[in-house]
């Protein structure tokens, strides 16, 4: 069966850094558009990220443009998150998501397959 696993997440002071990882399985992964979205306490959860097939065209939310990069390696099946001068705003459980298209996508509805998600915790 599909597995997105995330990994990475932690506790880390406002200004540093963290890279998330999420390693699939069980599908045919560069055939898949990958997105990372996150849900903080008491909302709703949010787009942050996506990356088409190739890895060669991104969309990233303007909350977190310029800070976020998000980039892929098909050969290990992986999608990574890097994510620097963290805010204490973006705490929240970060969730990758596989969606079996040709183009990026935004919505969530759209991704077929979720992590069982990672929590960051950024403290001021």
């Known amino acids: 069966q599909v597995q997105l696993v995330e990994s990475g997440g932690g506790l880390v002071q406002a200004g540093g850094s963290l890279r998330l990882s999420c390693a699939a399985s069980?599908?045919?992964?560069?055939?898949?558009?990958m997105g990372w979205f996150r849900q903080a306490p008491g909302k709703e959860r949010e787009f942050v990220t996506t990356?088409?097939?190739?890895?060669?065209?991104?969309i990233t939310a303007d909350s977190v443009k310029g800070r976020f990069t998000i980039s892929r390696d098909n050969a290990k099946n992986t999608v990574y998150l890097q994510m620097n001068s963290l805010k204490p705003e973006d705490t929240a459980v970060y969730y990758c998501?596989?969606?079996?298209?040709?183009?990026?996508?935004?919505?969530?509805?759209?991704?077929?397959?979720w992590g069982q998600g990672t929590q960051v915790t950024v403290s001021s």
């Open positions: 998501a596989a969606a079996r298209l040709v183009r990026r996508t935004v919505q969530a509805i759209e991704y077929e397959y």
């Open positions: 990356i088409n097939q190739s890895g060669g065209r991104t």
């Open positions: 069980g599908l045919t992964f560069s055939l898949y558009t």
